[in-house]
């Protein structure tokens, strides 16, 4: 146990170091609704996020912070579909290219490359981003991505599965702030 | 007569029929419970929270506590208690009569242990006293 705890406390301690931009508060958002059903929509503003000065991006999810308006189709993400209690944490790390806090301007587009990990299966994910300057020490990233249950071996029963799109699109909406 | 007591007993099944669905249809739509409404599982200071969970950590996710400890910093989305538990606020104005050093408690939903912060995270935070 202590030895779990040294360890931990130097990884943590290696990534305070490197850190520079930081949010605890990320916006996240699930959307898989198809037409004419229930829509499938999720949000969780708890996702953390630190982003080093040169583009390195780490960011962390809990998935039972995400919160719908109906608390059946909650369960039901976090029991059947997400196994929340065995995996409960997705976790995003990657790099923006080129990102250079002192040349940012306005909505400047960004790439965002790296893996996201939901239920301990990996994916490589590439998306374009925008970035935009929000105060001297803070900036927003907002990106979106699709996935597919599938890539993270989500099995859909036959009854539900015209009610669930068979893309997932995750938006992210992150203000990061410069760590004093 | 006997008609009568027929239409009784139809009017009857069809209002408890009617309970019935609508019963069904609260349960099968209503929203999550509120911070307000549900109670704590846990009521203490969050050194010993942060004790009895090491452990497993992720089993408390979700799970509603009431946490007492003193501020170390408040920031513009919620507080850090003890510099080990930070407590996202549903009310943010709530922050601003809040003194660093103050001893607080609050009751909220754990989200999890981040391991980015290294820190316990809370949210939709009431404050209790």
């Known amino acids: 146990m202590n030895k779990l705890l040294f360890i931990l406390l130097l990884s943590t301690l290696e990534s305070v170091i490197a850190q520079k931009y930081f949010t605890r508060n990320g916006f996240t958002e699930l959307k898989a609704s198809t037409e004419a059903f229930e829509p499938i929509h999720a949000t969780n503003n708890s996702s953390s996020a630190i982003v080093t000065n040169e583009g390195k991006i780490a960011s962390q999810i809990f998935i039972g912070a995400f919160k719908f308006k109906i608390a059946l189709m909650q369960e039901h993400f976090n029991e059947n579909y997400m196994e929340s209690s065995t995996y409960p944490k997705a976790t995003f790390k990657g790099i923006i290219v080129g990102f250079d806090f002192s040349n940012l301007t306005n909505n400047k587009e960004i790439k965002l490359k790296g893996v996201l990990t939901v239920r301990g299966i990996d994916k490589e994910i590439e998306s374009i981003g925008v970035i935009s300057k929000t105060s001297n020490s803070s900036f927003r990233l907002k990106a979106n991505f699709k996935v597919t249950p599938q890539d993270f071996k989500i099995k859909i029963p036959s009854v539900v599965r015209k009610k669930i799109a068979k893309e997932v699109i995750i938006n992210i909406d992150y203000e990061l702030k410069e760590k004093k | ?129």
């Open chain 2, 1 to 129: 007569m006997n008609l009568k007591r027929r239409n009784k007993f139809l009017f009857f099944g069809f209002i408890v029929l009617l309970i019935i669905l609508f019963s069904t249809y609260a349960y099968i739509f209503r929203p999550p419970e509120k911070i307000e409404n549900s109670t704590a599982i846990f009521m203490g200071n969050t050194n010993d929270f942060l004790l009895k969970i090491a452990k497993k950590p992720n089993e408390w996710n979700t799970k509603t506590v009431q946490l007492t400890g003193r501020i170390s910093s408040i920031e513009d989305e919620g507080l850090l208690l003890d510099g080990n538990t930070f407590c996202q606020f549903k009310n943010k104005s709530l922050l601003t009569k809040l003194k660093k050093d103050q001893t607080i408690t609050i009751k909220g939903i754990i989200v999890g242990f981040d391991d980015l912060f290294n820190e316990l995270k809370l949210n939709q935070c009431i404050i209790i006293k």
